[in-house]
């Protein structure tokens, strides 16, 4: 069973910085980063497969970074120029097919979610 586990989250100021990991329990081929605020649907961020190809959702292009280390299974998601409008709780997610899609449909595994709250 695939299991992840994002920390990383917290409260920052508008125009920082923050670095979020996802710790997985295997190898899988595609992970990535989803994000949601309430009453929202889920919005894909980046998608990087095991051969390090990533895909971005264009409004992320620049500001976030996925990456990952194999050797100790743990996805990242380096978020720069933080604006209140990047508040939301992150979501890592995996699948075993598909990784040129941000569509949440994709991705049967999930975390449970961290929260990421910026104030201007």
């Known amino acids: 069973q695939v299991r992840l586990v994002e920390s990383g989250g917290g409260s920052v100021q508008a125009g920082g910085s923050l670095r979020l990991s996802c710790a997985m329990n295997?190898?899988?081929?595609?992970m990535s980063w989803f994000r949601q605020v309430p009453g929202k649907e889920r919005e894909g961020v980046a998608t990087?497969?095991?051969?390090?190809?990533?895909t971005y959702a264009d409004s992320m292009k620049g500001r976030f970074t996925i990456s990952k280390d194999s050797a100790k299974k743990i996805l990242y998601l380096q978020m720069n120029s933080l604006g209140p409008e990047d508040t939301a709780v992150y979501y890592c997610?995996?699948?075993?097919?598909?990784?040129?899609?941000?569509?949440?449909?994709?991705?049967?595994?999930w975390g449970q979610g961290t929260q990421l709250t910026v104030s201007s």
């Open positions: 295997v190898d899988i081929y595609c």
């Open positions: 990087i497969t095991r051969d390090g190809l990533t």
């Open positions: 997610a995996a699948n075993s097919r598909d990784c040129k899609s941000l569509r949440s449909v994709v991705f049967p595994y």
